[in-house]
Structure formats: C-alpha cells, structure tokens
C-alpha cells in the first residue's frame, strides 16, 4: 500500500490537455482520486491539512516559485517528505528541456522523494533517455494523449506502455517505501 499518494507537477511548455490527460492517466493508475491545486496556495497550509488524505494531488503552476512567505512548493515537498512525479514534454526539436534537469536538481537539493519522470507526448528515444541519467519511468505517445486516455481505444502496445510506466512508478515507490 503507498503510504503517501505523489503529487504530480507539470515542467515547462506542456499543453494543458496533455497536462491533465497524464495526470488522469496516473489517477487511474492508483485507482485515486484526483485533486488539482494552485501553486499560488500557501504550501504548508494545504500540506498540513492535507495529511492522510488518499488523493493523488496535480499542482498546477510552477512549483519552483518562491511564494510569499519565502518558500516554495518544492522545498515545502521535500520538508514533508511527499513523493513527486513530474511531467515533461520535448521540446519541438525533440530534446528534453533543461528544465527538466533543473527540476530534478532541485527535488534533490531539497530532498523531495522523487519517484520519476514520464515523457508526454513526441517521439520516445530510449537509447537517449537512458544517457542522461534521469530517472525516467516512461512516455505516453500523443495520439493517447488526445484521446482523452481511453483505455478501450488505445492500441496493445500502447497499453504495453502505459503498463511500463505503472510497474516503473511502483517499483520505486515500493523501493522508497512510500
């Protein structure tokens, strides 16, 4: 059982459908529900009532921002110990912003449990992803990103990869304890 549900923050230029088809897509593979919060709420208040809720939470803003009192989502993740799963998209080269490292910088900086990376939408380079030493759990292609992630619909292999995700996802948080 997880102990503590992640949150789910999008990193740079993703579009938003895709944003929250991928966040529907983990919801579904938790069987959770699915909270969506304003990075613009104070972190430490939502946190502290948010303890030994059940729900899978999708911030939306940028986590990184320092918020009024001096501190950021992120830094306030990493004090209350609560595991991350971040999105990312490529950009239109098909390379991988450098906010994606930068973030996975700072979760370690800050000591967030991060659980991984998944890829969404654009083409998967596997040989390229595994180079860069992030701690990717995968990628949903596109055309699933568009259609609302229906299950009935997608393909054997794209339900093969959504399944890899799921098992990579479990397999750290049963790795970290979470």
Sequence with gaps: MICHMPFILAIGDIPKPFEDTGSLAIKRFF????LRISCEEHPNNFLSEF???NEI????????ISNSLGGSW??????????????????????IPGTVSAHVSLCKRYSVPLV??????????????????????????SELLK?????????LDEVFLLEDI???LKKTISFFNL
């Design 74 to 95: 992120l830094e306030s993740l990493g004090d209350w110990q609560k595991p991350v799963i971040l999105l990312a998209s490529p950009a239109s080269s098909g390379q």
């Design 51 to 53: 303890e030994n809720r």
């Design 116 to 141: 991984g990376i998944i890829q969404l939408g654009g083409v998967w380079d596997s040989r390229k992803r595994s180079v860069d030493c992030l701690p990717w759990c995968g990628f949903i292609p």
């Design 166 to 168: 799921y098992m990579n």
């Design 147 to 155: 259609k609302d992630f229906n299950w009935e619909s997608a393909s």
């Design 31 to 34: 069987n959770s529900k699915l």
């Design 57 to 64: 939470v999708q911030l939306i803003g940028d986590a990184a």
